[in-house]
């Protein structure tokens, strides 16, 4: 069936408008109704990496973090889709000797850091590419971590019928608002399930985590509280430098996850908003001002956050010399009636 997209964001260049990014998105309050949407709500899609801190939530709720004795550092990448810059490589393996496994272990194939520049070092020096360079390394350790705790085969973690695959699909059930078997299920870039939802589920889970309080089970909405303190405390270790996520997560109004393919989720916990956005293209370079212009017009008070955001991706588009050449757009108007 076809969906009409709607527009998110227009890129113009001279008099003419050169590229259109189209999709959907989702806000929803604490209630689960839907205050804005443009295109289809109920868009299904995969989570992909935005799923992390969900992936997450058994390591937090069986408190491995405080019986490992973890650092902010170690709590935080267990979220995360990192770049593999130095500080990054050195929590991973801190991390991977607390919780006593080794590297060969790790699902996810070897490769190169994500990071430019750490890339180019490691290939200068003919390193070999390692798991642990591997974006997802660190949910695959905490996995390992909780697989040692539970009792469960430590072999085989990735699949789908693995009873901690399973226990994560129940939990991101709870907090989505959708049955676990209307979750579909496909297999991520590390070798790990990925969760198919309507983005309007992912806007609730989202909005749910960030306030855990209405969670209704204090173990997880404990876990919930720890691991959100956990990625405020530490943003850059949730992906890396000049990205969204970190520049979202310093201010700790702001839950926030992306994932590959251009799906984007935060929550504001003043507000009360969850928010979800898939870019058709699978384009990700779009998302600060889509995240950056809703803040705008929906009157958001902290300016900082807006700015960090557009220094992202400014309305000016310039060319190599510096001239402007063209600007961004936003596609809609927030506060237009439904």
Sequence with gaps: MTEKAGLLVE???GPLVECEYVGHLVAVDLNGAIVREIGNPRHVT???SAAKP???LPFFARGLHRQLKLTEDEQAILTASHRSQPFHVETLESLMAKIGVEERQLACSTAY???????VELLKREAPARRLYHNCSGKHLGMLAVCRAAGY?????????????QEIIGLLSVLSGIDAEDIAIGIDGCGLPVFGMPIYHMARAFLRLARPETVGDGKLSAAAADLTAAMHARPLWVSGSDLICPALLEDSNIVAKGGAKGIYCFALKEQGIGFAFKVMDG???????????ILMQIGYEDERTIERLLQLCPV????GSGTRVGEHRIGFDWNAKR
């Design 11 to 13: 890129e113009h260049r």
């Design 46 to 48: 995969y989570m992909r």
């Design 54 to 56: 969900f992936q997450a």
């Design 113 to 119: 850091p994500l990071h430019g520049p750490s890339r």
């Design 153 to 165: 085969p430590e072999q085989g973690y990735e699949q789908p019928s693995h009873p901690l695959q």
């Design 283 to 293: 384009s990700e370079d779009k998302w600060p001002f889509v995240v950056a212009s």
């Design 316 to 319: 000016e588009i310039v060319n």
